[in-house]
């Protein structure tokens, strides 16, 4: 059996997801900025795709801007917000536990003369709201928060955050990759000004994501060019991953209850079928229902997880240690730390990560294979 447990690295594309992107690269191959008809016909389905993806968090269509993915909304939006702001304020809050292309891109402002405020979170992986406000001063530009951590699938509370935002007149940015599609975000509830989303993660392509740019929010653009996408992001259009992405959207909104539901019941059996069967194993992060529906973390104490991801592969079973981005680089997961985890927990940690194509077989499967592994090896293991 092959059992793809991987869903927060990335996710298999729908097959209407893959049909759209054949037609679009044989038949709208057109550039869609040109005047002709079949261009503008590229061009619809574009404004078609665009109006998909807004739906899914109830924004406007002129808030969506495409780019080449999460990484790159990301950089674009935090970069691009703090040179726009950067002649007056030069401060920016964001959390110990983002993601790569999220800290990565601060600490480069940082050394470019910004100043970065980092909040802790606690052992469920949530930020403390009195720390953000307190961090708040007149030169703050910038609150970037994540929705959904790709690790541990906790959530933040993002409606408080951006209440706080809002009254102290700073922009509030969401990485929003891992929450998108999987738990409701409404930007009419909501006062985030910008977010980043991608389209792998949600069953679309690889290499196109798009920032949400609330109305009447202003960010430099990292690249210079034609002008594409309002100037927030020049360069042609990548067409079949823009028409990729809004099917996967289009399906993602449809089914959203429906699929988060079915994830939920996934996680939770297979939580409470390792727990009953396997001493000494932990959740990392929230309560199996208080986090997201699609990620569970857990602790295998005394056998290393990259060890038992190996042997796990061995059986057919696709799981993560930490994130897939920092898994190729020696260390511990910056997200585990964080919660103030012993190392045993740490280095022992797995990732699971859920789709809607997962089966309760698969992860009856998986708690078999599990129960054997661990058990095997654990004998190698003395306390
Ligand atoms: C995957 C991921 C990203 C990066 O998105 P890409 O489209 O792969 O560049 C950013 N943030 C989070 C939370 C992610 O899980």
């Known amino acids: 059996m092959q059992v793809y447990l991987d869903n927060s690295a990335t996710t298999k594309p729908y097959k209407e997801v893959v049909e759209a992107m054949i ?16 261009a503008m016909e590229a061009e619809k389905m574009i404004e078609n795709a665009r109006l998909n993806i807004a739906k899914v968090i109830g924004a406007k269509k002129e808030e969506i801007f495409f780019t080449s993915g999460g990484t790159e909304a990301n950089n674009t939006a935090i970069k691009g917000a703090a040179y726009l702001l950067k002649k007056r304020k030069n401060h920016i809050i964001t959390t110990t536990i983002e993601h790569p292309s999220v800290l990565n891109a601060v600490m480069r402002l940082e ?3 910004f100043k970065v405020s980092y909040i802790g979170v606690d052992v469920n992986g949530i930020v403390d709201l009195n720390e953000i406000k307190d961090k708040i001063n007149d030169s703050t530009a910038l609150i970037s928060v994540m929705a959904v951590n790709n690790e541990i699938g906790s959530i933040q509370p993002i409606k408080d955050i951006g209440d706080i935002a809002k009254e102290k007149g700073v922009l509030f940015h969401v990485d929003a990759v891992q929450g998108y599609g999987k738990i409701v975000l409404d930007m009419r509830d909501l006062n985030v000004d910008l977010m980043s989303i991608s389209g792998h993660k949600i069953h679309g392509p690889k290499g ?3 920032i949400y740019i609330k109305r009447g929010v202003k960010i430099q653009p990292l690249l210079d ?7 927030v992001r020049s360069g042609t259009e990548n067409v079949p991953g823009i028409i990729g992405f809004g099917v996967a959207a289009e399906i993602c909104h449809k089914n959203m209850d429906k699929y988060s539901d079915y994830m939920m019941t996934l996680k939770k059996r ?3 079928g390792l727990k009953d069967n396997i001493s000494d194993c932990f959740i990392n992060g929230p309560d199996v229902e208080k986090g997201a529906p699609h990620i569970l973390n857990i602790s295998f104490v005394g056998v290393k997880g990259e060890v038992l991801l190996h042997a796990l592969e061995e059986k057919g079973v696709y799981v993560s240690t930490g994130s897939a981005c920092s898994s190729h680089k020696r260390g511990v997961s910056h997200v585990l730390k964080n919660l103030g985890l012993s190392d045993d927990r740490i280095e022992s940690a797995i990732r699971f990560s859920l789709s ?3 089966t309760c077989e698969e992860v009856d499967y998986t708690v078999n294979v599990l129960i054997d592994l661990v058990r095997e090896y ?3 293991y003395r306390r």
């Open 270 to 272: 297979l939580w409470y």
């Open 378 to 380: 654990r004998k190698f």
């Open 111 to 113: 050394a470019e003369g």
């Open 208 to 210: 196109i994501g798009a």
């Open 225 to 231: 060019g034609g002008g594409q996408e309002g100037n």
């Open 23 to 38: 037609y679009a690269l044989n038949e709208r191959y057109e550039n869609p900025s040109s005047m002709y008809r079949p």
């Open 356 to 358: 809607p194509f997962n």
